[in-house]
């Protein structure tokens, strides 16, 4: 059984932080890259991060670079998704997601994730 389980997520002020964590149990966690989607309200899922089964390539949509970062802790099972300078914009429901053949190369298709998590709520106040 294959789990992703986020947390970190919650109410915060524009210009705030959050750290978002992902814990994966079922799978051979270094094996696959690992992947942060999100869906707006009213809005469709979209990428914002993804990172390299070894955590050394990493992708960030633009509209996050310089504030967000993604991280993987093999060790841990568990990648994060540290968001500073948030954005009202920011405020979404965030998934995070694994794909065997993620490589951090560029922005992933959420139609080609194994595995997905529930997601966690973020928003961001003005």
């Known amino acids: 059984q294959v789990q992703l389980v986020e947390s970190g997520g919650g109410l915060v002020q524009a210009g705030g932080s959050l750290r978002l964590s992902c814990a994966a149990a079922?799978?051979?966690?270094?094996?696959?890259?690992m992947v942060w989607f999100r869906r707006a309200p009213e809005k469709e899922r979209e990428f914002v991060a993804g990172i390299s089964w070894t955590g050394g390539v990493t992708y960030y949509q633009n509209s996050v670079k310089g504030r967000f970062t993604i991280s993987k802790l093999n060790a841990k099972n568990t990648v994060y998704l540290q968001m500073n300078s948030l954005k009202p914009e920011d405020t979404a429901v965030y998934y995070c997601?694994?794909?065997?053949?993620?490589?951090?190369?560029?922005?992933?298709?959420?139609?080609?994730?194994?595995?997905w998590g529930k997601g966690t709520p973020v928003t961001v106040s003005s």
């Open positions: 079922g799978l051979s966690f270094s094996t696959y890259g």
């Open positions: 997601a694994a794909n065997r053949y993620y490589n951090g190369r560029g922005p992933a298709d959420s139609s080609g994730m194994n595995y």
